[in-house]
């Protein structure tokens, strides 16, 4: 019997609590140990928390990587690896330590238990920043925008306050 061949997945890691770095390390080592081969990451990124930007800045990264898991399955896995990591259910945009998005699977669409593509990276400058980084060529699953339209649709504003680290 034929495996199903490796989906091409993109995930967001996010952090603004604690050592943001090693935590993002900590996420990418998390998800080695659960069969999730990484197989480019973005340089860190530091952004401003949104919306409230009084918030703690936040470092993310974008990888991309390889399993068979199913989304769902990927979804719980994540969701189990914020725990790990410190994360605790709090009000929506509350700083924490860890936060793992899975932003495009294998170009998927789907609205059931997960919503894919990601309902809101292609308005997120820490998204389509270090995306771009490692895929030139990526397109938005639903719009078929290619990335570099994407950002140019980003503010001015938006732009200037991330930065590569």
């Avoid at 949104?50 to 769902?72: A, G």
Wanted: contains cysteine.
């Amino acid at each position: 019997m034929l495996e199903n061949p490796a989906k091409s997945i993109y995930l967001g890691i996010g952090s603004n609590l604690g050592n943001r770095k090693k935590n993002i390390d900590k996420a990418k080592f998390q998800l080695i140990k659960n069969n999730i081969k990484i197989l480019k990451t973005s340089n860190y990124y530091e952004s401003l928390s949104w919306p409230d930007h009084k918030k703690p800045k936040f470092l993310n990264v974008v990888l991309e990587v390889s399993t068979f898991i199913d989304p769902f399955n990927l979804l719980k896995i994540c969701k189990i690896i914020e725990k790990k990591l410190g994360r605790k259910k709090s009000f929506k945009n509350s700083p924490r330590e860890c936060d793992i998005d899975i932003l495009d699977y294998d170009n998927k669409k789907t609205n059931e238990q997960i919503i894919l593509p990601h309902p809101r990276m292609h308005k997120r400058s820490f998204v389509l920043l270090p995306l771009f980084e490692i895929n030139k060529a990526w397109k938005h699953p639903l719009n078929k925008q290619d990335i570099k339209t994407l950002i140019s649709t980003l503010s001015n504003r938006d732009i200037r306050s991330i930065k590569q680290i």
